[in-house]
């Protein structure tokens, strides 16, 4: 079939559809034509960013109203007549008067039309006719596909944690009921918390030293903290970060990590993610325990194992707050098929496992799944 040089990309604010074919080597165009409304324009900028740091060169064609299908058409049509070679349009994106409009002119004139289908990330051609799906490439990552919704990557990490801080993970998840039934590993973190400003813990009593049982010794043997008295000590910021919580997600991205070779769809993974996005009410900046790209569709995964000693009210309370996090940050950094995952090494109240039921995008591991953690996450990441 005819390879088309040039793709028009109907721009809005899913930018997956438009991205991942031409970033597929196979694929991609050597120019794309961003058809764009002027609601549209920072998505255009994003997306021109990415394409042309990727070798692409990007134009314009502007389009005054996203609903307003006489001009739409007329808009397709004064764009062909000036076109000296094949051209392919991607209707995946815009309103859906873009859409119709675009595959009715292009069409008419012979020119190619395809479609991304996002359940079995494909390219479709609806004309012509006749020729077979493509299966596009999980070539792009995390920096690209975060960069292309409007987010800017300002650190992440891909590299795994030493082997003997995840030996102790393993321990720390292994005697979890231990830790479950004395609040250990909630008391852990809020002293941890509480050291923030200057490293030491307040003055633990005889009573919560016994609930902390020998979990501080554990992370004591990894040189993460010491006793002084009756005080914990951290030896800096990073280790008084791991026994928060921080632990959690390295565990995490470690097991996602040995997954890659049975999950060969999963393109990018990286832990603590930090994005930067420009809103209307300012630069916001967002933290992301692990992300990850599955098959071209983004993963936020949140971990919780902090507050866990706090009041039940204030344990559900945060568990909402790490839900609405999720439900907030999905289809900005990732479009309409991003999903989130909440990890907690603890049980979760029965009003939060409701509402994660009732989301089609949210899923959870808490408490029992950590048993055969590896398996869950697989079943889970594999079902989207």
Known sequence: MTRYQTHVYLVSDQATPNLTPALDPDIRPERAVLAVTPQAEHQARWLTTVLERHGVHCERLSLDDAYDLDSLRQSFRSYLQRCTEPVAVNVSGGSKPMSIAAFEVFAHADQGVFYVNPRTDTLDWLHPTGIPAQAIADRVGLEDFLEAHGASVHHLSRQAAPASRLALYEEIVRLRGRWKKHGSIGLLNRYAQGARETLRSEEIS?????????????????????????RLVFPDEQARRLVNGVWLEEYLFSRLLALK????????????????????????QNELDVALLLDNRLWVLECKASNTFAPQNRVDQATRQSLYKLEALLTPLGGILARGMLVNVLPIGVNDQRRIDNNPRLCALTYRDFDDLDRHLHARLAAQ
């Open 206 to 230: 005889p009573e919560h030293q016994r609930l902390l049982n020998e979990l501080p010794g554990l992370f004591a043997e990894q040189g993460l903290l010491s006793w002084e008295g009756t």
């Open 261 to 284: 070779d049975s999950l060969p769809a999963m393109q990018d993974l990286a832990a603590n993610v930090v994005v930067r996005r420009n809103t209307d009410n300012g630069y916001v």
